[in-house]
């Protein structure tokens, strides 16, 4: 067994796993928001989990850092925090901050992060940054938003884990990425039954269309046997 110590807390753990997992495992909370457990890869875009370690000249993503024997971490050092609140405060300049309207309202990791970390929901520090893209997902059950959408990635993993392969995917670069589907048939898409796409989104950025799509859900999948 590997053993580590966070926060002054001595732990002891496998290998096989970032030090980010095994800390959320053991209750000790690091700001993250495009982790998702059974990712082989974390995408690492949001910028929020860095922690210090001692020996390292700067904080580091926790997402990627494989634990070590000996190792000591610091998962609430003064530039860490302001790194972390650095992070949210840009995402939130671009995102379309409208809780009461939102379904993901009082149960949306945006809110938990902002006051855990302190941030305003709608900061003074920063201009906001409207995206009018204008991109619409090209699906017939789900409908997305990409003034909402955190690029978390966690919608194109969970599609991945369902069928072996992501018909989510990102399109365009930088400011202007949105998630899309790149199969247009609606015979061929395997989604009647599924809705782990629209359950793992953190902020409600993708959604079932309306109460028809509601309903075509229950129905079972023209191709049972398509991946």
Do not use: Y
């Not at 860095?50 to 998962?75: H, L, N, Y």
């Not at 009082?106 to 991109?135: M, N, T, W, Y």
């Amino acid at each position: 067994m590997i053993k580590v110590n966070v926060d002054g807390r001595a732990i002891e753990v496998g290998e096989g796993q970032s030090l980010l997992a095994v800390c959320l495992q053991q209750g000790i909370f690091i700001p993250h928001l495009c982790f998702l457990e059974g990712m082989p890869e974390s995408p690492a875009s949001c910028r929020l989990c860095f922690v210090d370690i001692q020996g390292e000249p700067a904080p580091v993503a926790s997402c990627k850092v494989p634990p070590w024997d000996g190792m000591v971490v610091r998962t609430d050092t003064e530039r860490v925090r302001r790194l972390q609140k650095s992070a949210l405060r840009l995402l939130l300049s671009v995102h379309h901050v409208d809780c009461r309207n939102c379904p993901s309202n009082k149960k949306c990791v945006l809110q938990d992060l902002a006051k855990f970390l302190g941030v305003p929901l709608k900061s003074k520090k920063l201009e906001h940054l409207q995206r009018e893209i204008g991109v619409e997902l090209d699906h017939p059950l789900f409908q997305f938003v990409p003034e909402r959408c955190v690029l978390c990635e966690k919608c194109i993993a969970v599609c991945r884990q369902h069928n072996d392969f992501s018909l989510l995917t990102f399109a365009k670069r930088g400011f202007n990425t949105v998630v899309t589907c790149f199969e247009k048939d609606p015979d061929r898409l395997p989604c009647s039954d599924c809705r782990a796409c629209v359950e793992i989104c953190p902020v409600s950025a993708i959604f079932l269309k309306n109460e028809a799509a509601e309903a075509c859900l229950d129905q079972p999948p023209p191709f049972p046997d398509s991946p």
